[in-house]
């Protein structure tokens, strides 16, 4: 079984940064995909940013320019640097990983951008 750990999340004011970090209980390497997915109240959940076992990078238009996903295999960690955010990015964070056709997820941190 693979836990997800995230944390990182919390309030900060508009035009402010946040770093999330996810630990996961097996090597990021042994996974196809891993990511961010958020979400906020009444919305569905939606792909943040996501970087696959060769390299390859995705964010949501949304986020482009303002956050970096980016992970480390010695420390089974992946990290979204969230810079410049707004009150549109208050949401749930999710962290997911995907082994085949197996999705794992975190338990969510909380992300609030309000001043």
């Known amino acids: 079984q693979v836990q997800l750990v995230e944390s990182g999340g919390g309030l900060v004011q508009p035009g402010g940064s946040l770093r999330l970090s996810c630990v996961s209980s097996?090597?990021?390497?042994?996974?196809?995909?891993v990511g961010w997915y958020r979400q906020a109240p009444g919305k569905e959940r939606e792909l943040v940013a996501s970087?696959?076992?060769?390299?390859?990078?995705n964010y949501a238009d949304s986020v482009k320019g303002r956050f970096i996903i980016f992970r480390d295999g010695a420390k089974n960690t992946v990290w979204l640097q969230m810079d410049s955010l707004s009150p549109e990015d208050t949401a749930v964070y999710f962290c997911?990983?995907?082994?085949?056709?197996?999705?794992?997820w975190g338990q969510g941190t909380q992300v609030t951008v309000s001043s």
């Open positions: 970087v696959n076992f060769g390299g390859t990078i």
């Open positions: 997911s990983a995907r082994i085949l056709r197996a999705n794992y």
């Open positions: 097996r090597n990021i390497f042994d996974f196809n995909t």
